[in-house]
């Protein structure tokens, strides 16, 4: 807890993760309590901090649990208590964000605070939709107006005013009042073929466009099922959204992909997938419990084999909690049975002397004879997963290289709190997590959507649960986000 408490005011932009402001994302990770609105995107709520407090202070048109002034006085009570505030909105704070009312509690009360500007829906949304607010060709200004209406249902715009400007017109919160403010303009005097654009969920990939002159826009939106939260633009630039439309060219464009780990070589897919236009939802199936180990059996002779990163981990804890690191095994050899595994030795300044050509236990077992790195007499420590294969210490075994296992970390199964509704993809590194999701899941629930897969056994347990199946080259972060930036709808 901070000595004094302070509220800092952020903007969270329209949806899209990679417009909240870099000061935006400072202030949200010192963030102590964090109050935050509906229309802030799922993706930049992850980023709190696991031990803030987060408190919901959503709305939806017509229906405000917590009225404004509740949640003034949250903000006040919190920065009262010392501690630090962040408060959290979608888009613009101070563009029919009420931020200044909450202010105004805060400077009758001596609560210092900040404000972090955010990216306004009202200029990105029609970006993400192709449409340049102003173009020197069409007209030479933008106006924001706000769409919503009062308790009384009175929608109060002066029409003759709007169409004499000439300028673009954006309505925010405009949805439900659609039709009157299409009807108000046309009766003002605006041309009732007037390009139009009504944008959904803009700057995710779940945005959708309905394009129709000023007189149909209503129509097609509700043709659509247009939902909020959704803007309404009006003006002659709507006639280059075709034209200069990107997001929707993106290649992966709608496909919504659950990450079934949120660590290693799915942490870097993330941008990756988000950059060709992919719903990322992330849904950790597993999670990884390190055990203790006598440090003793490392002091034996013979090669150390581990068949994976979390190994490596376990191995360095133990270490260290003794400690000792690197220096204290000079003349011992390692394999690793992959890029991951070989990187993780290196992070520990220990270079893996053998990489099999083929990531995967049974064959590293078989070009460790073959190559020569294990021999008839050896006494090989393999460090490895309570779920891991035997094939490896089989087929050593009966080559005659008996092999010490020690279990060094338990592979245990994680019910989500939360799946998202709908996926069409999923990302696996292990079987155990193809496992996991398909337990967590209603019977068949995985028939027929895709499995993009890290290894033969990972890509075995997905064909079982009915996938249709993607498998990298070769099982690293570098071969899966080849193939993901191969795939086309």
Not at 366 to 394: H, I, T, W, Y
Request: glycine share 10%; aromatic share 4%; charged share 25%.
């Amino acid at each position: 807890m901070s000595e004094k408490g302070c509220v800092i005011l952020v903007g969270a932009g329209p949806g899209d993760p990679g417009l909240l402001t870099r000061k935006g994302l400072e202030a949200l990770s010192q963030a102590e309590v964090v109050v935050y609105d509906r229309l802030v995107s799922r993706e930049i709520l992850e980023l709190i901090p696991a031990e803030a407090r987060r408190i919901d202070v959503g709305k939806t048109a017509g229906r405000h649990p917590i009225p404004q002034p509740e949640i003034n006085r949250i903000l006040l009570e919190e920065a009262q208590a010392g501690h630090r505030v962040v408060r959290l909105k979608g888009g613009d704070c101070f563009l029919f964000g009420r931020g200044g009312e909450e202010l105004e509690l805060l400077v009758q009360n001596g609560i210092p605070f900040q404000v972090v500007p955010g990216v306004t829906s009202a200029l990105a949304v029609p970006a993400y939709g192709g449409i340049p607010v102003t173009h020197r060709d069409f007209c030479s200004s933008v106006h924001i107006i706000t769409g919503h209406k009062r308790a009384d249902g009175a929608l109060s715009l002066d029409y003759e005013a709007l169409v004499r400007l000439h300028g673009t017109l954006v309505f925010l919160m405009s949805v439900s009042s659609m039709g009157e403010i299409c009807r108000g303009l046309i009766a003002a005097g605006m041309d009732e073929n007037t390009p139009a654009a009504v944008i959904e969920r803009g700057t995710t990939p779940a945005q959708r466009k309905v394009l129709a002159p000023l007189s149909g826009i209503e129509k097609e939106a509700a043709a659509a099922a247009v939902s909020p939260p959704a803007i309404l633009v009006v003006g002659p630039v709507c006639s280059l959204s075709e034209e200069l439309d990107w997001f929707d060219r993106l290649p992966l464009k709608g496909l919504r992909v659950l990450l079934t780990r949120d660590e290693g070589a799915q942490k870097r897919l993330v941008p990756v997938l988000e950059q060709l236009g992919a719903q990322v939802f992330s849904a950790p199936m597993i999670r990884t419990v390190f055990r203790d180990f006598d440090p003793e059996v490392l002091k034996e002779p013979g090669p150390v084999i581990f068949t994976s990163a979390a190994g490596v981990e376990a191995f360095q804890r133990v270490l260290w909690s003794q400690g000792l690191d690197a220096r204290s095994l000079a003349g011992k050899t390692f394999a690793a049975v992959g890029k991951g595994t070989a990187a993780a030795l290196e992070a520990m300044g220990i270079r893996a002397d053998f990489i099999p050509r083929v990531y995967n236990g049974l064959e590293m077992a078989r070009q460790m004879v073959e190559e020569g790195f294990l021999r008839p007499g050896d006494s090989p420590l393999l460090l490895r997963g309570n779920l891991a294969s035997r094939e490896l210490p089989k087929v050593l075994e009966e080559g005659g290289i008996p092999c010490r296992e020690v279990v060094v970390y338990d592979t245990l199964p994680l019910t989500p709190e939360e799946l998202p509704p709908e996926f069409d993809a999923a990302v696996f590194t292990s079987a155990s997590c193809v496992r996991s999701l398909e337990k967590a899941l209603p019977e068949g629930a995985l028939t027929g959507k895709t499995a993009l897969c890290i290894g033969p056994r990972t890509a075995e347990a997905a064909r079982e649960a009915g996938m249709n199946i993607q498998m990298a080259e070769e099982a690293s972060a570098d071969s899966l986000i080849t193939l993901v930036k191969g795939m086309t709808l």
